[in-house]
C-alpha cells in the first residue's frame, strides 16, 4: 500500500510563482509515471504535466512554457514549479503516481487535493 500527500497550494497573485510537492509513502517498490492534474470549478479535471520514469516530460499547451514538472526519484516525490501564473490556472490540483508496491502490482495512486488561487 501507498500513500500520497501534497503541499504547496494557496493564494498568489497574477504573476506569481508557487511550487507544489507530492510525496508518495509507504510499501514502495518503484514509480513509473507520475503526473499533475487540476480541476476548476465547473470545468471536468484536465491533465496539466506528466512525468515518465526515465525523466521525459509532457505539457497541456495552456501552462507550456510557465510549469515545469521534476521529480526526485530516491524520495518518491515530484514536483510542480509554476510560474506566470494567471487567473486561470486557479483549480485544485491533484497529482498521481503509478506505484508498483511491494508485492501488490502496479496500481495508480491520487493525492488529496491541493487549492491554487490565483488573483487578478
Known amino acids: 500500500q501507498a500513500r500520497l500527500v501534497e503541499s504547496g497550494g494557496g493564494l498568489v497573485q497574477s504573476g506569481g510563482s508557487l511550487r507544489l510537492s507530492c510525496a508518495a509513502s509507504?510499501?514502495?517498490?518503484?514509480?513509473?509515471?507520475m503526473a499533475w492534474y487540476r480541476r476548476a470549478p465547473g470545468k471536468q479535471r484536465e491533465l496539466v504535466a506528466l512525468?515518465?520514469?526515465?525523466?521525459?516530460?509532457n505539457y497541456a499547451d495552456s501552462v507550456k512554457g510557465r510549469f515545469t514538472i521534476s521529480r526526485d526519484n530516491a524520495k518518491f516525490t515530484v514536483y510542480l514549479q509554476m510560474d506566470s501564473l494567471k487567473p486561470e490556472d486557479t483549480a485544485v490540483y491533484y497529482c498521481?503516481?503509478?506505484?508498483?508496491?511491494?508485492?501488490?502490482?502496479?496500481?495508480?495512486?491520487w493525492g488529496q487535493g491541493t487549492q491554487v488561487t490565483v488573483s487578478s
Open positions: 498521481k503516481q503509478d506505484i508498483n508496491a511491494y508485492g501488490l502490482g502496479t496500481f495508480e495512486y
Open positions: 509507504g510499501s514502495i517498490f518503484s514509480v513509473n509515471a
Open positions: 512525468i515518465t520514469s526515465d525523466g521525459s516530460a
